[in-house]
């Protein structure tokens, strides 16, 4: 019996060591991009563990370099750190970066890789990607966007209007853009005070506090089937109710569904089946099934809610911050605009604004790290070989705060994206880059900047935003992990700027 159990442990340990050896060999191959060294397996825990990532790598990147290798557990991740390499992988490369990592949390929301923005590079993510911009760009025409976004903004302007005491503008935004996502994916309008909203919105922010520092499951894979942690199980309950919900809308329109009235996005991706269906188009049929179609949605309102909700946080800080670029805008919406709405037209004449929002994104990290990506292919960045199927994130922080690209990087100055005569630059400055570039660029990117600015636009045309009096704006930030930042919480106060 001793034989026997020294037998399987000599086999174990010889497989293991078999199995280290051949990937040092492997890895002998390549011309890996430096990085620090790491106890194996555990890997860089003090980088990957901490909230503040973006700004640890962005220091290793000082000694090592722009593409920098770390491991995150036992897996090798590399970080592009400037915009050199990430345009290099990301454009140039066309898709050898294009893939995504699969990790066990997103096969739970993903619903086994049936999304957008998680799924790795195939000609069904191809197919799912262009339906989807193609439902997106059908809120650019005419005045849909911008009454869209009049609407929604109009009900809790209002209501802010009543606040007669400093108040926490988070409170507001943050509902506000759900329910613009609301009336996009779903075609609702719902009061303001609407208690489904509210739990949704409860259990999105439960769930970034859950992500924060990571789930041991996505580390360590094999963890969920053998001894699965609380916060595993958190997890799946919180994305059930999710995906419920998502379901259940998507089953609502599908009862009521007519192809000739388009109330919002779920019409635009059921018509989309419809015409499959007209033209007997079988194989786009098979990729149009429900799930499918549902998980499209959860990734346009996912994916927008939070960044832009972040993005307006830090454009009031902002704001706030520095009254006088506050009253700049103010002047130009008042001459551009005048009393009426703010509407995509002006859009092309709101310069300075809209420089102001360009400033807000690329000091405010919203996207952290963005999506990681995977390389499809044996390929190179910066003179480095990157073995096929490696994990890549873009350091987005360091490539906004890049001193060669940026004079003065943690100043908050709108004249960067000017010219003389205080029209918009034509061609953006080369590192600014918050919706990331190629293949897997931000779909929503197109949508996001012009609701933002109408939105900005919405909000100083009314009111006088400013910190409670003999309140200073608090310096520190809100570290919500995998490099996203947000204001310390702040309270503001307002003033209607014609009083109604
Ligand atoms: C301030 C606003 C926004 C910012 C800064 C932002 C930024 C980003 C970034 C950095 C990525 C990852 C790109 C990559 O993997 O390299 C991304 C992906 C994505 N974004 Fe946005 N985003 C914003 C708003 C939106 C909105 C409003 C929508 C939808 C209406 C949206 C939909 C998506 C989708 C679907 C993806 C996944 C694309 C793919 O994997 O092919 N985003 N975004």
């Given at each position: 019996m001793a034989i026997l159990s020294l037998n399987v442990q000599t086999i174990l340990a010889g497989l293991t060591i078999g199995l280290l050896v051949y990937k040092a060999i492997k890895r002998m191959r390549y011309r890996l991009p430096p990085g620090p060294w790491c106890i194996p397996l555990i890997g860089h825990y003090k980088v990957y563990g901490s909230v503040e990532i973006h700004k640890k790598i962005a220091e290793l990147s000082k000694k090592y370099g722009p593409v920098v290798r770390i491991s995150f557990g036992p897996q090798m991740w590399i970080v592009l750190n400037n915009i050199d390499v990430t345009l290099e992988a990301m454009?140039?490369?066309?898709?050898?970066?294009?893939g995504r990592p699969k990790f066990n949390s997103g096969e739970v929301f993903t619903e086994g890789g049936?999304?957008?923005?998680?799924?790795?590079?195939?000609p069904t993510w191809k197919f799912h990607r262009k339906i989807a911009g193609k439902a997106l760009r059908?809120?650019?025409?005419?005045?849909l966007l911008e009454n869209m976004v009049q609407d929604n903004a109009e009900k809790f302007l209002n209501k802010m209007a009543k606040e007669k005491e400093p108040f926490f503008f988070k409170d507001y935004v943050d509902l506000m853009i759900f329910h613009q996502l609301y009336t996009l994916c779903f075609g609702e309008k719902r009061p303001v005070d609407d208690p489904e909203v509210k739990a949704l919105l409860k259990l999105d922010n439960d769930l970034f506090d859950l992500f924060g520092t990571g789930l041991l499951e996505d580390i360590v894979p094999y963890l969920k089937d053998i001894y699965p942690t609380a916060k595993w199980k958190k997890f799946n309950k919180m994305m059930g109710e999710i995906l419920h919900l998502l379901h259940t809308k998507f089953k609502q329109h599908v009862d009521t569904f007519?192809?000739?009235?388009?109330?919002?996005f779920i019409d635009s991706l059921l018509m989309a089946r419809q015409e499959a269906e007209n033209e007997g188009d079988e194989a786009a049929l098979e990729k149009l099934e429900d799930t499918y179609l549902v998980q499209t949605i959860g990734d346009i309102f996912f994916a927008g809610v939070d960044t832009t909700r972040f993005a307006m946080d830090w454009f009031v800080y902002f704001m706030t911050r520095f009254p006088e670029i506050q009253t700049k805008c103010q002047e130009e919406i008042d001459r551009v605009v005048g009393s009426g709405h703010p509407s995509m037209k002006d859009r092309s004449n709101l310069d300075y604004t809209e420089a102001c929002l360009f400033e807000t994104l690329r000091l405010a990290?919203?996207?952290?790290?963005g999506i990681p990506h995977k390389t499809i292919c044996d390929t190179q960045v910066g003179g480095y070989d990157i073995p096929k199927g490696t994990t890549v994130v873009i350091n987005f922080w360091a490539l906004h705060q890049d001193p060669k690209h940026w004079k003065d990087p943690e100043q908050f100055d709108?004249?960067?994206?000017?010219?003389e005569e205080g029209k918009m630059k034509p061609i953006r400055p080369d590192s600014w880059l918050p919706f990331s570039a190629g293949r897997r660029v931000c779909l929503g990117e197109t949508v996001a900047k012009p609701e933002l600015l109408l939105l900005c636009a919405n909000l100083l045309q009314r009111f006088d935003i400013r910190l409670p009096d003999g309140v200073k704006a608090n310096p520190e930030h809100n570290m919500k992990g995998f490099g996203i930042e947000l204001p310390s919480d702040y309270k503001i106060v307002v003033k209607e700027r014609i009083e109604n």
């Open positions: 454009v140039k490369k066309k898709a050898d970066f294009a049936k999304d957008i923005a998680f799924t790795s590079y195939s059908h809120y650019l025409q005419g005045d007519s192809p000739d009235k388009n109330r919002d990290n919203v996207a952290g790290l709108p004249s960067r994206y000017l010219d």
